[in-house]
């Protein structure tokens, strides 16, 4: 009787665990996305090119786009698999700090491109929406790359903007379709919900290079390669050659921890205040650095920081615009006509906090933010296009 | 014994006993003197134990020289390392691709040039892995819809 049970056990265990062994998909989307990076095909230097061209719309996808896209016809089955998976774990390994390996961001962009390539020959098939499914396939990889560190999130941000880039040109082809429109536009706000934060990049990243920065070499080899000028470059080997105690390295952790805290708090101002404050901060560790050498790491870190909150606020404002341009298109597809002016309570410019300016124009429409990307001095304009 | 050995031994023979022509037979002398003939054929025989074991000193006398000059080459080598060491440590460019893709490196990267600085570092070290690259950078993937071209370390 006992072995009988015993032989039962062994053979529900085995049972369970062959199913779990043999699971497809994996649990972790880093799985197939790595796999697919390995054997997607990379376009050759014309092909590229006439890829760029299709994604910006200045050409259609022709035979050459047609097959290369078919050739990776199973890297995008994987990709889009990838994307469904909820956990997304690369692999990174923390615990080597400044030395740890990054992703193969550049491939990450080529795959993203693949896709895009993908959109449009859907689209000239006219299976609009499986081509809109591919967008939010995009977005989702960029949702994948985290809030780990400021690197992958500004990656993710960027292959975000493409995935909305390719919404707006499909959209006036399913301008009239309520239902895919209603569709998209619940996956949006889900994708919108789900985008890791900027401001949590920047805090996770920084706990990361404090973590092991505290090994002085590690500061020093930084200070040398971060492209200093030459007189930047000078003084950090004066303030190293004084310093040369780990107390100084210590302090100068603790100082850096400081300000990346209240560059984070910045994150919670309307964009003008958040300039402003960032300005304030610029200057306050000017200042601090002329009389502590420990805030050298700081000044040096900082601008680089600092460019993220305008891409953030940017990248924002065009996911509002795309949303903004959906319920517009909404309107038109339920009456028959654009509305005359924007109805109240949609998604807002993020540079002014205020609602876009809408205008109809001979092609559809635009939305205008009626802030500016200070850094440029440049308004956001978005043009939505519909079919006659 | 060898032939010219005869030969002197002949002459010598003439000079000394002057008897007009001497016949000397090597294989009765080998029989008379058997022992010295043995001595000297074992004498003979040592000779390339005695070559082998000076050549073997040959080597030893090499290789102790070759061990001291690379010690002190070794040693020069540490003391220029120990001389050139500043405070700070020298700026060595990151050439093995898995430290171009380092967290320090792209990190830096970003720092110097933004994302575009970050691709384009990418890509280097793909290229030091032998994979091919496409010529779109990341200034594509940045594109504006507004048709506005990112300008480089947008980022």
């Given amino acids: 009787m006992k072995t009988t049970l015993k032989v039962i056990l062994i053979g529900v265990v085995l049972l369970v665990s062959a199913g779990q062994a043999f699971a497809y998909p994996p649990d972790n989307a880093a799985v197939l996305y790595y796999k697919s990076l390995m054997l997607m095909e990379e376009p050759n230097d014309a092909l590229g090119k006439i890829l760029a061209a299709v994604r910006h719309g200045e050409a259609r996808p022709d035979n050459q786009v047609r097959q290369y896209v078919e050739r990776n016809g199973k890297v995008i089955k994987e990709i889009v698999t990838a994307a469904e998976i909820k956990s997304c774990d690369w692999g990174l390994n923390y615990s080597d700090g400044l030395a740890m390996l990054m992703l193969p961001y550049a491939k990450l962009t080529s795959v993203a491109f693949l896709l ?50 390719c919404i707006v040109d499909i959209l006036p082809l399913v301008s009239n379709d ?77 100082y850096y921890q400081s300000i990346i805290t209240r560059i984070q708090s910045v994150y919670d101002l309307p964009y003008p205040q958040a300039k402003q404050a960032q300005e304030d901060l610029n200057k306050e560790v000017e200042n601090a650095a002329k009389e502590k050498p420990e805030v050298f ?62 205008a109809k124009t001979d092609a559809g429409f635009t939305l205008t933010g009626q802030g500016k990307d200070l850094d440029k001095d440049i308004e956001q304009k978005y043009e939505f296009k519909v079919a006659k | ?97 898995a430290m171009m893709m380092s967290r320090l490196s792209l990190t830096l990267a970003y720092n110097r040039g933004g994302l575009d600085a970050v691709d384009e570092q990418c890509k280097k070290a793909s290229e030091l892995l032998g994979q091919k690259n496409t010529n779109v950078s990341i200034a594509d993937l940045l594109n504006d819809k507004n048709g506005d071209k990112p300008e480089r370390n947008d980022l």
């Fill in chain 1, 297 to 358: 790491m700081a000044e040096v870190m900082l601008p680089a920081i600092n460019r993220v909150l305008t891409t953030d606020t940017r990248d924002k404002t065009q996911f509002n615009a795309v949303l903004v341009g959906i319920d517009i298109y909404l309107i038109r597809a339920k009456t028959g006509k654009l509305p005359d002016e924007l109805p109240a309570g949609l998604p807002k410019d993020m540079f002014s906090g205020k609602d876009f300016l809408y």
């Fill in chain 1, 178 to 254: 309520t239902e895919t429109l209603q569709r998209l536009r619940v996956k949006l706000v889900d994708i919108s919900r789900s985008c890791p934060s900027m401001k949590a990049a920047i805090g996770n990243d920084a706990k990361v290079f404090l973590g092991s920065s505290i090994n002085r070499g590690e500061i020093i080899e930084a200070a040398h390669k971060s492209g200093l000028s030459k007189g930047d470059m000078d003084k950090a080997d004066e303030i190293f050659r004084q310093h040369d105690d780990n107390e100084f390295y210590v302090r100068a952790t603790k």
């Fill in chain 2, 1 to 97: 014994m060898n032939e010219r050995n005869e030969k002197w031994l002949d002459e010598q023979l003439k000079k000394t006993i002057d008897s007009g022509k001497v016949e000397f037979d090597s294989e009765q002398w080998k029989q008379k003197y058997s022992a010295e003939y043995q001595e000297l054929v074992s004498r003979a025989e040592r000779r390339p134990d005695v070559q082998r074991f000076s050549w073997a000193r040959s080597l030893i006398r090499a290789a102790a020289v070759i061990a001291i000059v690379a010690f002190v080459i070794l040693l020069t080598h540490r003391q220029s390392d120990k001389r050139v060491e500043p405070a700070v440590a020298t700026f060595v460019e990151d050439r093995s691709p």
């Fill in chain 1, 116 to 165: 895009a390539a993908d959109v449009k020959v859907l689209a000239e098939k006219g299976d609009y929406r499986t081509a809109l499914e591919r967008c939010i396939t995009i977005h989702k990889i960029g949702i994948h790359l985290g809030d780990d560190i400021l690197i992958s999130r500004l990656y993710g941000n960027a292959i975000g903007g493409l995935a909305n880039r």
